[in-house]
């Protein structure tokens, strides 16, 4: 059996790639060595593939920022304001990817969203009435040529013009469909370029078919592909999809004239019985995904066999695929030294799902690959109990009932005890929770994991820039007050490391957005709390000032969609003891007089399941009870807060009234305060701090568009209910641009109220 990968990791094991790009961003290396790195990258992709025997290893899965961004370039979607900006081809990419500031113009950067159900994100393509949609790029041709110098015969990737489109951004009057001759054509180009270069096959990645498809977006599809389709030469097209199943269009996926269609059967509910049920047509290659490109477990070869064995019956030719591109896990065990052999042998990250592949195919040809050693060994690794239990937890979690999951009293009652209680100013001010995670605060953390400093020393710096930064937000005026996340290296994997039963890793990087990555802790065990994870410092920031201390923490099911989770238990389950162990952390800041309490689910859209139907019954059902279970316990005097970095909640806007929280701050500067429309259509009940600038950009905000940013949110919003702060965490930012832009909000702040 032949075997495929979809994608690979790029920015390298030890994220050589964010490295050299950052130094190419401050001036201090040329694009000559920032190409180098890529090169060298790209090479040893392909060679480790090549050495565990991958049959279709891809090509242009690398990228110095984003795929989607690359094939916006391919295709000539260039907005005139970058392209006006006059600079080079990769300087241009760069502009889009980050903005651009400096003689030639001042432009910000497109818009980046979450790639579908993970924590990926992509740049959104930004399409007008002038834009032409043709062949423009080489890149993709340069990859596959450069893969060919090094006897690596490759299969180039691309987005496919439906997800492509789908995802664009439409910001004339010309719609997606106005653009379907356009794109055709070009793909058409690429394929017909491909032909040329003697490429055996392009897969086109469509992962946009995996969500709920109307009849005008069947038609976009079929009338896209049945013009491209037309112009196929030889080079065979795999029609690639990923993160769930194609119950819309399995049937067109069938009639069209796709050499290979690929299926994710580990996120596809429905794959098998798609197969089973409408069969597959013989000339067609079936690539299946079976090995989880999402999660770090070791494949069950036993299942893989017998998925394999049922979907022969329908197919005739099948290749074992990833079930979607290896991006999103770590690069390898190999850089773990901490953690023991007993416990790494249950893990494949990129590099040891190429060897299960390898080991796969070598069980597949034997005569009974039920007998070959490499099966047994494998079988062995899912006997008897590998997570470490807590009876005691699972026992708590059994007996929760609906009162744990019930704050009292209700809100309004709440609302009001809080007023008298703290008595804040109309519109008042607060941050997210981080501040700047300055090189100094990186290395200090950096030379204690080192054993460089002592534990003591580590804890002295931390608290002296809570005492700096308390200072200072008392000095700009703000009114609730935070401690500045200084212990946090991420707002989830710090939650790892204090829970117990979790496991967290030195390198094992996984892209979350051009040269930023993360950490995911691993869920390994019943999770629970042996100690206090936050208290010391939030209650040392609150012994310093008068002004209310905001408590700040993670909740469950962030900590859970950023981490890896185990497939043992549901979702559910881990969600539950997550939350009971920060509940525990709740009541304990409570304790501690710290009376405003952030518990963050910034990832709570994310997970939200890409099909409409599956939103309640899969997820919402969980995720809304496990924040509730988080603070139901405190006093109505305390005062819950959430955050959300994104806006996109408007068809989950009940979901998160059901929350409970008191107040939820959110992403709303760049989406034209459309959410706030939809809080007063559904009487949202709790108060709101929509953010009033973007922290995404170094851009200092002024008084005056902040005032006018606010006077826009108080035509809408009840001024009792209204929070001013940013959109998010300040953690990215510099120090100088953080306490400028800071002090034009309370400014602002300020001259509002005073006009009132
Ligand atoms: C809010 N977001 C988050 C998401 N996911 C998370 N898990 N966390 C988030 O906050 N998703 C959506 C958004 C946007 N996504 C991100 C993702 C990543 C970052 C970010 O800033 N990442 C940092 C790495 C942060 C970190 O863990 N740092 C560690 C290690 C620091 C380090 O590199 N150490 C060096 C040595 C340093 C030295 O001084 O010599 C080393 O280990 O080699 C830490 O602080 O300890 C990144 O740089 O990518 C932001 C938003
Ligand atoms: N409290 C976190 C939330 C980020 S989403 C922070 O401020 O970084
Ligand atoms: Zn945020």
Redesign the pocket.
Known sequence: MKTSIIGYPRVGS??EL?FVS?QYFKGEITINELHRTGAELRAAHWKTQQENGIDFIPSNDFSFYDGVLDTACLLNIVPARYQALGLSPLETYFAMARGYQGEQGDVKALAMK?WFNT?Y?YMVPEIDDSTVIQLAGTKLFDEFQEAKQQQVATKPVVIGPFTLLKLAKYTGTKQAADFVGEAAAAYAAVLEQLNTLGAAWIQVDEPALVTDLSPADLALFSKLYEQILSAKGTVKVLLQTYFGDVRDCYQTLQTLPFDGIGLDFVEGKESLALVKQYGFADHKVLFAGLINGKNIWRNQYKRTLSLIEELSASVKQIVLSSSCSLLHVPYTLKNESRLPDATKRHFAFAEEKLQEFAELKAVLAQPNPYAAAQYVHNEGLFNGTRFTNNEAVQAKAAALTEADFTRLPAFGEREAIQKAKFNLPLLPTTTIG?FP?T?E???????F?KGSITEEQYKQFNLDRIAECVARQEAIGLDVLVHGEYE??????YFGECLDGFIFT??A?VQ??G??????PIVWGDISRSKPMTVEYSAYAKSLTSKPVKGMLTGPV?ILN?SFPREDISLQDSAFQIALAIRDEVLDLEANRVAIIQIDE??LR?KLPLRKSDWQSEYLSWAIPAFRLVHSGVQAETQIHTHM?YSQFSDIIRDIDAMDADVITFEASRSDLAIIDTLNECGFQTEVGPGVYDIHSPRIPSVDELKQGLQQMLDKIDIAKLWVNPD??L??RGEQETWASLEHLVQATKEVRAAL
């Open positions: 030890l994220r964010k950052e979450k924590n994100h981080s995670q090189a605060v990186r290395a200090n953390r950096f030379a994991k946090r290296n991420d707002m989830v994997e030195e390198k990087w979350s957005y040269t930023r990555c993360v950490k995911p962030t950023w910034a990832a994310e970095c998010c965490g953690k990215t």
